[in-house]
Structure formats: structure tokens, C-alpha cells
């Protein structure tokens, strides 16, 4: 359903032919952060291979299916420890894609902490990104925007303030390594409206090492940013401002078409030639009925 | 250290940049490096913190709700965007005569009831069913219903103002601009987001389909009429055939066929227990040649003792009987 201004992306959590312990806690963790948006699959899947030619087209058939427009793709292997795929669709085409492994992955369960502190399903988190490496290198640039769109939650207008409860938190450690983490909020009482924040940590966290990625060719990169105001931007013609007068409006009037113009009333009596036919039958007295009168 | 200028605050997204931070060194531990990075995790959080709040808030029942700007990091669409929909055909019409469309109020002054009421909807100002009387026209028919004919009228009018709305709608459908509801509503989908194929129905199923229903009537649909081409059905509904109550002519002894093929079925099952009586006579025949020769023997070695002599029982051989093995033969010594 294609809309003027787009919510936020549903995601398809889902594996390959082979993965490890650790990689399906990850798996599952990311489905628990996103519980509403998100759809999980538990098979295993011989034939996604998002970065070959031909192994895209499962994974295109089931964002139709369920309409995601963004995927995790868990895999192990010798090569690939741990490895995760993020991926986006424009038109449930592959867009762009991000490979990571998982390092130092600690789960939701290893952390202690207050659970009045746990985060509300569904709360819409506060995401920090630390470190030059997220402007200066190329994918980590993407990978800030990849992960930007996965965990900010759905895309609205009015939040309540009572209901923020979670941030995440994404630094820069070196040219290719990120490390993630999950932390509830603990609003403090400050002297001003604002309330003095406090991060803990409620996990998962991991450590995510950049292996491949794909950014989308232009022509698809400009179709996919186009957005519903780019084109309004029009210049007001015929309007100027006078220091004295204020706004000034140019008007054109075209030539008139006299032939060709609708008349605002059609009232029957204005019609002309009632009006002479009336005048032609006062004139002529009780003239015979059948001469219309009026030469046009 | 010049952080407010590095850091990037994108209010819609929550979230919060700052790209001047780097690493000089890397910390020793892992709690270190995990502390340093919740600290200026804090840091920027609390600067999204500011923005939020001093944002102006409604008060709510669950707590103040503040009206978030739209977020201002550029993503890539998931979607393409609508393709504006090809004008109506009276969109077409009143642009060429230039009719504007005038904004009309929804409760109406009605002159007979002297109250205001709504302009279409229950209790509307001109309804057709509320005029009592219709004064006859000089072209009116002598048996015709009035009010019938202006039922019938509306009915037509509705009628055509359908089938423009669906003609409209093929050419939205053409231009590919379908809003997405009637699109579900035409394919029926449970699933979001497909274009489902109508179901496909192989030709095996269309032909027992006919049976199916057939099997509902009284008959098991006998005397349905068939389509032309149709087929009969493959075997007879009919499982059970009784046979007729009287014996009529040529009919012979049926029944009595019918329960002689019962009763040599069941003895045919049980004949391994039931005396095999062929056996048993020539078994019978040949102990006694024997009992014979040796007696002759005996008598021969023997002074003539008296012997007790047994009596040979003989029981009936009944055919067909079906008590277990609990014949004896008769034995003799």
C-alpha cells in the first residue's frame, strides 16, 4: 500500500542453511526488540544468498508475502562467523545490503538491573551514534543508516513523554567495527522540565565488524529519495512586495471570447431570443403563434 | 571541547550524532570501553533530551504529549510513490464547462416541516417516501403506479451512477493508480501487501463437484437434470441391493440362493474344525482290516481265551457339523 509519507519499515528476521547458538539468540533478540514490526522466520533457507545474482529472489518473494521491506539475514559458517545481513527493498527490489559479524554478544538475559526499569514494548527509543568514523567512512555511513531504520520504531506525529523508556547506543570504535548496545532510561529529576537522563544497560549487546556491503546504483538511489514535496516548489508568480503597499498581486486578464463564454445564469428569460420573441409577439398582437421571432 | 558543534539532532528520528568523537586510544578493558561509550551515550541522549521536552506538550491522561517534527535524515522510500490517479469522467466534464464544486451544508431548512433537517441520510429534506400525494398528469397512463414509477426511476439512477463508478475505476486500474482498500477488496487477500491469483480449480475437481452436490439430494442425484455434456456419474451411489420381498416370475428361490451362498461362505471360513468326512470313513476302514488280520493272528497263537471283547462305538457321522473336534472316531482295539 504505497502512500504519500512512509511509517517506518517492517522487518523479516530470518536464516540461512546453517547457524550457531549465538547467532539465533541475536536472531531472536532483534525479534524481541521489535516485536510489532517484525515477522520471524524459523526454517532454515538453502537459497538466500542476497549477495549473489540469483539468490535474491526468495528473499524479494517474501517481502511481497509479508510486506517487508527490510531484512535480517543470520548465517554461519567457517568463512563468516556469526554473520548477519541487513538489507532494505525499494518496490520489494533489493535496495541496498550490509554484512556484519557478531562479536561479544552478551543477551538480554545476562544483564541485572531494576526491572521496574524494563523497557515497554514498543516504546520509541532515543538512538545515539558516537564517533567520526560515522561521517568519514563510507560503510559505516551506511551502516548508521541501515541501523537508523531498523530500530527507530514506527515514524509519528505526537509521542507521550511518559512512554520514553529505551535508548540505543552505536560508537564508532574503529573504521570497521561498531559497537551496539541496548540501555533503558532512567528519567531523574532535575531542577528544570527536562529531566536529567540516566543510560542503563538492559542488553543485548554486541559488537558488529563490517564485512561486505552493496549501496544501490544511482538511478534506483534517485528514484527510491524521491519524495512527494520535491515538486512543489514553486516559485509564487505575480506576487510582489511593496515597502508602502505590502504584497502586491499581478492580475491578467485574457481577451474575451464572447462567442465561446458560458453565461452564469441560464435563466430561460434571458435568453435572448425569448426576449424578442416576446417583444416580436407583443408587437405583433395576436399574431399567428408559429412565427418565431428574431433573426440572430 | 567543541561537542554542541559536532553534534547532528534529528528530533523526529530521536536520534542524536556526534561525529566529532573519536577514540585515541583504545580503553584496556571492555568495562571501560563499555562505560566510556554509556557516557557519551548519556551525553547525547540527554541532548536529544533537551530538544524533547522543551518542545510545547498537551496534557493527556497517560502523561503530556508533545508533537514531534518530521524527521529530517533522508531515507530511501520501501515504496513507490502513488501515481496520481487519471481524472473522472465528470472531473473531465465540469473542467471543459467550468463548474466549480460549491461546498453544500449538511442539515437543510425544509419548508413543509418548518425544521431543519439533514440533507441526505434518515430524515432527509426531499425524501421520496414522504409525499402523500402525486396529482396525476395528462400523460399519465390510467392503471400505472406513480409511486412505483419514481422507485423504479431512482433505482435506475443509482443503477447508472454504479456503473459510471466502476468505468471510472477501470481506468484508475488501467493507469495503475488503485487505491490500495478496493485493491483487497477485489483479490480478497488476507496477506497485506500480494497480488493473489484467483484459486485454479483443475479439471478432476469441476467434474466431482457435480457428484458432491448431487449426493446431498434424496435421490444421490439421479434425477437431476444434466448439463448438456455432462457425464454420468462414475460408479452407482447405490451400496446396498435388496432383494425383492415376494418371488416373482423367473425370479427362482433368490433367497434361498442368497443364504445357501451365506452358509457356505461361513463354512468354508470354519472347515479346518469341521470333519472331513471321507477321511474319517477310509481312516475307519482301514483300522478295521487291520483289527482283522491281527485277530486272525491271535487267534491262530492264542488258545481261544476269552477275550472281553470291546464294543466299537460308533457314533453318527453328521455332515456339516460344527462342533470342534469333538468327534471321536470310533476306536476299536
Known sequence: ?296 | MEEARTMQVDLGNLMAFDSGHHFPSLPSSREELIEKCLEKGTELVQAVADALFNLPSTEDVDGPIVKLPPPTTKLPREKHLPKPKPPTKWELFAKAKGIKNRKKDKVVYDEQTGTWKRRYGYDRVNDDRDVPILEAKATDEVGSDPFAERRAEKKKRVEKQNKNRLQNLKQVVKAHALPSHIQLAATALPITGTQAAPKKVSKDELGNVAGLAATATASGGKFDKKLPGEKKPKHEQKHRKFLPVAEGKGQGSKEKEQTDRVLNKLLAKNSHEILNVDKAVSMYNVKKEKKRSKQKRDDSSNSSKLKPQKKVQKKPFKKGSAKKGSEKKGKSK
Not at chain 1, 516485536?35 to 520471524?40: A, F, I, L, Y
Not at chain 1, 514553486?234 to 502586491?248: H, L, M, S, Y
Request: net charge positive; aromatic share 6%; proline share 4%.
Open chain 1, 1 to 296: 500500500m504505497s502512500s504519500q509519507v512512509e511509517t517506518g519499515r517492517k522487518t523479516l528476521i530470518l536464516q540461512g542453511m546453517k547457524t550457531s547458538g549465538l547467532l539465533n539468540s541475536v536472531l531472536t533478540e532483534i525479534y524481541h526488540l521489535k516485536k510489532e514490526s517484525s515477522v520471524r522466520y524459523t526454517r532454515k533457507n538453502d537459497n538466500v544468498r542476497p549477495f549473489e545474482s540469483g539468490g535474491e529472489t526468495s528473499l524479494e518473494f517474501f517481502s511481497q508475502k509479508t510486506d517487508c521491506s527490510m531484512f535480517v539475514f543470520g548465517s554461519h559458517s567457517k568463512k563468516r562467523p556469526d554473520n548477519l545481513i541487513i538489507g532494505r527493498m525499494y518496490d520489494h527490489h533489493i535496495y541496498d545490503l550490509v554484512e556484519v559479524g557478531v562479536e561479544n554478544f552478551k543477551s538480554m538475559e545476562s544483564f541485572v538491573y531494576d526491572k521496574k526499569l524494563a523497557p515497554k514494548m514498543g516504546s520509541k527509543p532515543f538512538i545515539a551514534f558516537i564517533g567520526e568514523g560515522f561521517e568519514s567512512v563510507e560503510e559505516l555511513k551506511h551502516l548508521k543508516e541501515v541501523l537508523l531504520e531498523l530500530f527507530r520504531g514506527e515514524v509519528v506525529e505526537n509521542l507521550n513523554l511518559a512512554g520514553v523508556d529505551r535508548a540505543y547506543v552505536c560508537t564508532a570504535l574503529s573504521s570497521n567495527r561498531v559497537v551496539f548496545t541496548h540501555c533503558a532510561l532512567r528519567l531523574k529529576k532535575s531542577g528544570t522540565i527536562v529531566p536529567r537522563m540516566e543510560l542503563v544497560e538492559v542488553g543485548p549487546s554486541m559488537d558488529l565488524v563490517l564485512r561486505r556491503h552493496r549501496l544501490p546504483n544511482d538511478g534506483l538511489r534517485k528514484e527510491a529519495m524521491k519524495t512527494a514535496a520535491d515538486k512543489p516548489k514553486k516559485k509564487e508568480k505575480n506576487v510582489g512586495r511593496d515597502v508602502i503597499q505590502g504584497k502586491i498581486g499581478k492580475v491578467y486578464i485574457p481577451d474575451q471570447q464572447l462567442g465561446d463564454m458560458n453565461l452564469p445564469n441560464k435563466a430561460k428569460g434571458v435568453k435572448r431570443e425569448r426576449r424578442e420573441a416576446k417583444m416580436n409577439k407583443q408587437a405583433n398582437g395576436h399574431a399567428p403563434k408559429k412565427q418565431k421571432g428574431g433573426s440572430n
